[in-house]
């Protein structure tokens, strides 16, 4: 399966792509998907036997974990389950020595990822990019910006620390909907955690662009925490 090639459109309607972008799009002929042989730690877990809905219910799991193979391996290569499942009918994800079809992350290129230098954060767009030193533009995600409960601010700010597989803490002083505790409380770490599995956090106190355990649900929903990526 590889990338469709189309052809260039002179269109500049809104919500439509330049022509240049067409171009770009349609020279790039790296194929879409892979073949991926399951090697036994994707399907023997260890898996949680249920995700709580209520953020109460997770401070007392060891480890906020995937619930499945299929999860974990969506989390993998970065696409829903239900694209995984869709591109394998029939499989469960079970069996170590099965391949799969999954999407092909490589750049397809041995060279380093850009440095970044400057993230922008656009709060009516909904969106983060990445800019290196020389101010070129080398990432770009959908991101929900901050909640009703607990607005992003504007204006400059540092990144102060990264912090992979953090631990999640919850505030009472900014109550979410769902969450009645009146104290404050921690959740362990894992892809499942409320913030994924970075928390970058910013010099505004509070605040700070992370990762999320529902990829698939970006622009669908506010962050409680500010800025939210994928995983």
């Known amino acids: 399966m590889r990338r ?7 269109t500049l309607r809104r919500g439509r792509p330049f ?3 067409w171009t770009k799009v349609a020279a790039d002929d790296r194929p879409v998907t892979a073949n991926y042989v399951l090697p036994e730690k994707d399907v023997t877990g260890p898996f949680l036997r249920k995700l709580p809905t209520k953020m109460e219910q ?3 799991i060891p480890k906020l974990g995937f619930t499945s193979a299929r999860e974990g ?3 993998k290569f970065h696409m829903s389950q239900q694209l995984l499942s ?3 009918p029939g499989q469960r994800f079970a069996h170590a020595g099965d391949t799969i079809v999954v999407l092909d992350t490589s750049s397809g290129q041995p060279v380093p990822p850009a440095k970044a230098d400057r993230v922008e954060v656009d709060k009516n767009q909904q969106t983060v ?4 030193k020389p101010n070129s533009l080398i990432g770009f995600y959908t991101a929900p910006v901050g909640s009703e409960e607990k607005p992003s601010p504007s204006g400059t700010l540092k990144v102060t620390e990264i912090d992979h ?6 505030n009472p002083e900014y109550p979410f909907k769902g969450v009645y505790s009146r104290k404050p409380f921690t959740i362990k770490p894992g892809p499942n955690n409320p913030v994924g599995t970075v928390w970058i956090n910013l010099s505004a106190d509070g605040y700070g662009i992370h990762g999320t355990p529902a990829p698939d649900k970006l622009s669908k929903a506010a962050s409680h925490a500010s800025h939210e990526l994928g995983r």
């Not at 469709?4 to 002179?10: I, L, V, Y």
């Not at 990019?129 to 290196?132: A, E, R, S, Y």
């Not at 597989?165 to 919850?170: A, L, S, V």
Request: some cysteine; hydrophobic content about 35%.
């Open 129 to 132: 990019k990445l800019f290196d």
């Open 86 to 88: 869709t591109l394998n």
């Open 58 to 60: 997770m401070k007392d």
């Open 73 to 75: 391996l969506a989390g």
């Open 4 to 10: 469709r090639r189309c052809a260039p459109t002179p």
């Open 165 to 170: 597989n953090p631990i999640y803490r919850y």
């Open 19 to 21: 022509a240049d972008v």
